[in-house]
């Protein structure tokens, strides 16, 4: 591909790293060969990002290699997944080292800072593509899914929402927002923080849980289809940040409900839980959680102002952001 072969990049950027005790094979033969503790099961996602499509063409390539695997991260803290091993396939038009290395440097610590292993992958000459699948460990028998949400089950998400769409909006529009500096709102874009210690201990709390990758609204559709169940939410207790906040309120709403890329947690929490949520997200260092709703028997998300009107998505486009 370049002054380098194909496998010296693979040894000088993706075999150099710490070992695992689980991980009898890694990188270097046909298949890696793993093994699952006792009495656990294994949890696989896959995701991939198209250059120009999932993020802008001009984003370094350290932001790439960071969210390549924080958006499969979010993927395994939805469903309370301890994080273990990961695979990359990347395809590239070119090998220029100095893009490799910087890709290296986001992908790697992220990858350290789960003590996770990468076991393996492909290196392809192509359009920047990047595709990476992880493998988390979950209890045999656990595992939080879209599919637990019943009535009366509080509505929550974690963080705040809108931020990352905001962001790219500003980048794609080349605008500033009034007041503020762009950088916090680029780090949630760029750098989205996945919610594995969440999502480990809504493990034993949560009834159902999703990550919010397309946008609020959308994203608790998926648990109510999957649940049989219907819900409200109030506007007025979406955890806006200080940027979204700043916004118009119309415009804010529709960020938090439809931007994309948030990469938070949304869940459903049984009325006899409640407590014990909130006492232990008060007492450890975890992400903010926010009650915005509650799960009604009805089908159907009803998004209400604090005059208790509904907001009508149809005529405010809010769905088609
Ligand atoms: P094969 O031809 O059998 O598919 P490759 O020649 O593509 O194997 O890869 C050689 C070894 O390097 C394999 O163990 C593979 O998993 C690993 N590998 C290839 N590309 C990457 C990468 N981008 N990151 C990590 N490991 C990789
Ligand atoms: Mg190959």
Request: proline content about 5%; charged content about 20%.
């Amino acid at each position: 591909m370049s002054a380098l072969s194909e496998f010296e990049i693979i040894e000088k950027y993706f075999a150099q790293q710490v070992n695992r005790r689980d991980v009898i094979v890694g990188i270097g033969d046909d298949c890696s060969i793993v093994e699952v503790p006792p009495a656990n099961v294994l949890a696989i996602s896959t995701d991939t990002l198209v250059a120009g499509q999932h993020f802008p063409l001009n984003t370094e390539a350290k932001a790439i290699g960071y969210k390549a695997l924080a958006v499969n991260l979010s993927d395994l803290a939805a469903q309370g997944a301890t994080p273990a091993w990961a695979t990359l396939a990347l395809t590239m038009p070119e090998a220029k080292e100095a893009w490799i290395e910087d890709f290296c440097r986001g992908f790697f610590t992220l990858l350290n800072q789960y003590n996770m292993q990468l076991i393996g992958g492909d290196l392809t000459r192509g359009s920047l593509t990047i595709t990476v699948q992880v493998h988390g460990f979950l209890p045999r028998k656990k595992g939080l899914l879209r599919s637990g949400a019943q009535p009366n089950d509080g509505i929550y998400v974690t963080g705040t929402l809108g931020d990352a769409a905001l962001a790219l909006q500003c980048l794609q529009e080349k605008i500033s927002i009034p007041g503020k500096s762009l950088p916090p709102l680029l780090e949630k874009l760029e750098y989205p923080k996945p919610c594995i210690a969440e999502g480990g201990i809504l493990l034993d709390i949560a009834s159902a849980a999703i990550d919010i990758s397309d946008g609020l609204a959308a994203d608790l559709q998926h648990i109510l289809d999957q649940s049989g169940v219907g819900a409200r939410i109030e506007l007025n207790q979406l955890p806006l940040s200080d940027e979204t906040s700043n916004l118009d309120p119309e415009t804010a709403w529709r960020l938090a409900l439809s931007g994309g890329d948030d990469y938070e947690l949304c869940f459903t929490v049984p009325a006899h839980k409640l407590e014990t949520l909130e006492s232990i997200f008060a007492a450890n260092k975890l992400k903010r959680i926010t009650r915005i709703g509650t799960i009604e028997k009805n089908s159907g998300l009803r998004i209400l102002h604090s005059n208790g009107e509904l907001l009508n998505l149809d005529h405010k486009g809010f769905l088609q952001f």
